[in-house]
């Protein structure tokens, strides 16, 4: 191989996913061209338009109708791609899990804001986490390379014949989709070499060997086994997606994992986080270093298939983990990926403590200060006997 | 490839697959099986011949959603009952009147 491309291009998270998308050109994109739809597609018809790309773009009425576009096209033996964000993914909702259940190998960019209502345009993790029991493999990336590399991972991972779900793939609005970063990229043909052809199984377009998709499952039917295989497929999908990044770290240099522990061998708290926050988070665990604090992070990467066996481990020496969400779960006993965590952990002897924490929700901000005063509520949990109360707290929040 | 018949894909024991056996997403890999599913059940009324007013114009046999008219010799025969939902449009579209919609009687 030739020497890794080097050169560092000033780019939007949205344009790095674009690129990204170039790189692929997938056979069909369909997308919605119009708000609460993201500058991926804009940037991406504007490729289109000028042969860059050989991909049928299709312009759609809504993100139902994308989604639908996109199902009927990957059913027909295409590789397919569309992009979302915020309502536009909530729109989708109902076809998540028609794409899930049909097995249909689709990559989807997911730009994280806000659901309505109050209207809000701004970052938080509302809108994906919501899709979280879609049947969709979850990649959330932490900055514009990581838009860039876990799109193209996606590819692989979706297409792969232990797989073969559709795989979205999350940044942070605004804070990375519109926001310039550095972004180093492979060359077209190294992105190519990597995601190799596609093969559909079973595609409509064969009138050779004509197939019927997306039967109805008679009135005692099989829905039961289908689902099961949907879940089993899920599960292998874990060591895929390691294998992929072991694959894609040797060709890029870039090495991923299911999560990314930073300062964790030794930590005696932890803070759990996802997606710009690890910045700043890897920011503070290295001042409460410095001040011999034994402060660690894990910001998670893959959230469907979820790794709780390999947090179990990572997490086993910690006496008291924080985990950030940037969502809620209304009247659960905390957010997403607490649940997850505290989950994970429950089977771990001795037993940490796993604390809730909300913070950044419609695009609050998120300085070094409040994850301060989260490592904060960690330290004295972890110095106090007995256990500390599992309430939310919140970062940042306005309070009388 | 040519075509996959019925046999290329045994369902027979169908009720004893675990989740590994099935198709990928559920898809029915082969074509031309839908007469495997008896829809004659859905039917409340039925539909009667009247051999001596069929013309032989086949219109029914045409017009018939589920191919459940049985032509012999050129004219409606009979009905398959395994697949015949009862709809009536072969009563409705038959212009000699020689088919009647009556009301199904279940045993």
Same mark, same amino acid.
């Given at each position: 191989?030739?020497?890794?491309?080097?050169?560092?291009?000033?780019?939007?998270?949205?344009?790095?996913?674009?690129?990204?998308?170039?790189?692929?050109?997938?056979?069909?994109?369909?997308?919605?061209?119009?708000?609460?739809?993201?500058?991926?597609?804009?940037?991406?018809?504007?490729?289109?338009?000028?042969?860059?790309?050989?991909?049928?773009?299709?312009?759609?009425?809504?993100?139902?109708?994308?989604?639908?576009?996109?199902?009927?096209?990957?059913?027909?033996?295409?590789?397919?791609?569309?992009?979302?964000?915020?309502?536009?993914?909530?729109?989708?909702?109902?076809?998540?899990?028609?794409?899930?259940?049909?097995?249909?190998?689709?990559?989807?960019?997911?730009?994280?804001?806000?659901?309505?209502?109050?209207?809000?345009?701004?970052?938080?993790?509302?809108?994906?986490?919501?899709?979280?029991?879609?049947?969709?493999?979850?990649?959330?990336?932490?900055?514009?390379?990581?838009?860039?590399?876990?799109?193209?991972?996606?590819?692989?991972?979706?297409?792969?014949?232990?797989?073969?779900?559709?795989?979205?793939?999350?940044?942070?609005?605004?804070?990375?989709?519109?926001?310039?970063?550095?972004?180093?990229?492979?060359?077209?043909?190294?992105?190519?070499?990597?995601?190799?052809?596609?093969?559909?199984?079973?595609?409509?377009?064969?009138?050779?060997?004509?197939?019927?998709?997306?039967?109805?499952?008679?009135?005692?039917?099989?829905?039961?086994?289908?689902?099961?295989?949907?879940?089993?497929?899920?599960?292998?999908?874990?060591?895929?997606?390691?294998?992929?990044?072991?694959?894609?770290?040797?060709?890029?240099?870039?090495?991923?994992?299911?999560?990314?522990?930073?300062?964790?061998?030794?930590?005696?708290?932890?803070?759990?986080?996802?997606?710009?926050?690890?910045?700043?988070?890897?920011?503070?665990?290295?001042?409460?270093?410095?001040?011999?604090?034994?402060?660690?992070?894990?910001?998670?990467?893959?959230?469907?298939?979820?790794?709780?066996?390999?947090?179990?481990?990572?997490?086993?020496?910690?006496?008291?983990?924080?985990?950030?969400?940037?969502?809620?779960?209304?009247?659960?006993?905390?957010?997403?990926?607490?649940?997850?965590?505290?989950?994970?952990?429950?089977?771990?002897?001795?037993?940490?403590?796993?604390?809730?924490?909300?913070?950044?929700?419609?695009?609050?901000?998120?300085?070094?200060?409040?994850?301060?005063?989260?490592?904060?509520?960690?330290?004295?949990?972890?110095?106090?006997?007995?256990?500390?109360?599992?309430?939310?707290?919140?970062?940042?929040?306005?309070?009388? | 490839?040519?075509?996959?018949?019925?046999?290329?894909?045994?369902?027979?024991?169908?009720?004893?697959?675990?989740?590994?056996?099935?198709?990928?997403?559920?898809?029915?890999?082969?074509?031309?099986?839908?007469?495997?599913?008896?829809?004659?059940?859905?039917?409340?009324?039925?539909?009667? +011949?009247?051999? $001596?007013? =069929?013309? /032989? @114009?086949?219109? #029914?046999?045409?017009? &018939? !959603?589920?191919?459940? %008219?049985?032509?012999?010799?050129?004219?409606?025969?009979? +009905?398959?009952? $395994?697949? =015949?939902? /009862? @709809?009536?449009? #072969?009563?409705?579209? &038959? !212009?000699?009147?020689? %088919?009647?919609?009556?009301?199904?009687?279940?045993?």
């Amino acid at each position: 191989m030739s020497g890794q491309n080097t050169e560092t291009l000033a780019v939007t998270g949205n344009e790095a996913a674009a690129e990204a998308m170039r790189q692929i050109d997938p056979d069909v994109v369909c997308a919605y061209p119009i708000t609460p739809q993201t500058e991926v597609v804009q940037l991406y018809a504007q490729m289109v338009a000028d042969g860059k790309v050989s991909s049928e773009f299709v312009t759609v009425e809504s993100e139902h109708s994308a989604m639908s576009a996109v199902i009927g096209a990957a059913a027909g033996g295409a590789r397919t791609m569309t992009a979302t964000s915020s309502q536009g993914f909530a729109l989708m909702w109902e076809l998540l899990f028609v794409a899930s259940s049909y097995r249909l190998p689709i990559v989807m960019t997911t730009v994280n804001r806000a659901l309505s209502g109050p209207i809000n345009i701004h970052c938080d993790h509302s809108d994906s986490m919501g899709g979280r029991d879609s049947g969709w493999i979850q990649l959330y990336g932490e900055n514009h390379q990581q838009a860039y590399d876990n799109c193209i991972q996606a590819v692989r991972i979706a297409e792969h014949l232990e797989v073969r779900l559709p795989v979205m793939h999350m940044y942070d609005g605004y804070v990375i989709s519109g926001a310039i970063g550095p972004l180093v990229m492979l060359s077209d043909d190294q992105v190519q070499d990597f995601i190799g052809p596609f093969t559909a199984v079973n595609p409509l377009l064969d009138p050779k060997r004509p197939v019927t998709v997306g039967p109805f499952d008679g009135l005692h039917g099989w829905y039961f086994e289908h689902k099961v295989a949907q879940n089993r497929a899920m599960d292998r999908a874990l060591k895929v997606i390691q294998d992929v990044a072991d694959e894609y770290g040797e060709l890029s240099g870039r090495h991923y994992g299911l999560f990314e522990p930073y300062r964790l061998d030794d930590a005696e708290i932890a803070i759990v986080v996802v997606g710009s926050t690890a910045g700043t988070t890897r920011l503070v665990v290295d001042k409460l270093r410095a001040k011999g604090v034994k402060a660690g992070m894990i910001r998670m990467r893959v959230f469907r298939p979820f790794p709780h066996a390999a947090y179990a481990s990572a997490l086993e020496h910690v006496k008291v983990v924080g985990v950030l969400d940037r969502a809620d779960s209304f009247g659960a006993q905390g957010g997403p990926l607490f649940l997850e965590i505290r989950a994970a952990l429950y089977d771990n002897d001795p037993r940490p403590q796993v604390l809730p924490f909300i913070y950044g929700l419609g695009g609050r901000d998120i300085f070094p200060d409040n994850i301060e005063q989260a490592f904060a509520v960690l330290e004295k949990a972890a110095q106090e006997k007995g256990r500390t109360s599992t309430g939310r707290r919140y970062l940042n929040l306005r309070e009388d | 490839m040519s075509a996959a018949k019925k046999s290329d894909w045994d369902v027979s024991d169908i009720d004893t697959w675990g989740p590994e056996r099935h198709q990928l997403g559920a898809t029915i890999p082969v074509a031309g099986n839908s007469e495997e599913v008896e829809t004659g059940g859905w039917r409340s009324q039925v539909p009667v +011949i009247s051999p $001596e007013k =069929c013309t /032989g @114009c086949l219109l #029914c046999y045409f017009y &018939c !959603p589920d191919a459940s %008219i049985i032509i012999e010799d050129g004219k409606a025969a009979g +009905i398959d009952f $395994e697949h =015949c939902k /009862g @709809c009536g449009i #072969c009563a409705r579209e &038959c !212009p000699a009147k020689a %088919i009647a919609m009556k009301a199904e009687e279940k045993e």
